[in-house]
């Protein structure tokens, strides 16, 4: 364990941990990470892909991380993790209207590739965007943990550590649907569409840097899993304790589980 003022720095395997005390500083902790990594891509690449997430987890770093000055966005090609199937774009819960109002409609970028949940063959959308995101080989992924520790849509039933495909259409559990409707997504659990597109484990993984926003009380029980659990899809974010570059931003409420099991000499490293 590092502490640094009121900062406290583990490693779990290879997956890096920093609790700050609220949400708004760890958001701010991510976002500087996230400018630093995207200042020195820049110093040895004329453009370079970022893949970004949505959700509540995801506002205060993007807040943040739009408020940095000088950071070089017009060499930036974005990607986003997924979107609900059949949901208007400008539905408050459509994450192409998030990345609009939150990222996109306040910084330049050289260009932003939309998934679009509402083609007319999904699958084939899904071919396209897993084309498109290869070629552009991302460099940095902004990422949360949903509370059944779902990686972007893949949820444990759907989940594949070793899947063929790069993006796919995924039927979204019970677990995924009540938090979307938990965070005021939507106004009750039956307006959550049942089928997303999505990124997949592989395809995030072999992004060579990962930051993981995860706030809020209602992370903490997930949070224990991810670290404590042994690794497989039941729990798909204990993988990240595999990465070789990733870390995860907490705040004192979702660290509640684990501050304990971190600060063990069986799991914590320095």
């Known amino acids: 364990m590092k ?40 110093k040895k690449n004329p453009e370079f892909a970022v893949i970004f997430a949505t959700g509540a987890s995801q506002l205060d770093t993007l807040r943040a991380l739009t408020q940095i000055p000088g950071l070089p966005w017009a060499r ?17 819960a459509s994450f192409r209207r998030y990345l609009r109002d939150n990222l996109t409609q306040k910084v330049r970028m050289k260009e932003f590739f939309e998934i679009d949940g509402t083609a007319s063959d ?15 080989n991302p460099q940095l992924c902004l990422l949360g943990i949903g509370e059944n520790g779902h990686l972007a849509f893949n949820d444990p039933g759907v989940a594949d550590f070793n899947d063929p495909l790069d993006a796919k ?6 677990v995924c649907r009540q938090q979307q409707a938990a965070e005021g997504w939507f106004s009750n659990l039956k307006e959550v569409p049942e089928r997303a597109m999505t990124l997949t484990i592989p395809a995030l993984f072999r992004v060579p840097k ?3 926003s995860v706030p809020g009380p209602r992370k903490a029980a997930i949070l224990r899993r991810t670290l404590e659990d042994s690794i497989s899809t039941d729990c798909p974010a204990t993988l990240l304790r595999t990465h070789p570059d990733a ?24």
Do not use: W
């Open 3 to 42: 502490r640094n003022g009121e900062v406290q720095r583990y490693q779990v395997e290879k997956l890096k941990i920093e609790i700050h005390p609220t949400r708004e500083a760890a958001g701010s902790a991510a976002a500087q990470s996230a400018a630093s990594s995207l200042m020195q891509l820049a």
């Open 76 to 92: 930036i090609r974005g990607f986003h993790m997924d979107e609900y199937i059949g949901l208007s774009p400008d539905h408050p």
């Open 122 to 136: 999904p699958e084939q959308a899904c071919k396209d965007y897993a084309a498109l995101l290869r070629v552009a």
């Open 169 to 174: 259409v995924v039927q979204l559990d019970t």
């Open 210 to 212: 990962l930051i993981a």
């Open 247 to 270: 870390t995860v931003y907490l705040d004192r409420e979702s660290s509640a589980e684990v501050v304990d099991l971190l600060q063990s000499t069986a799991i914590a490293k320095s």
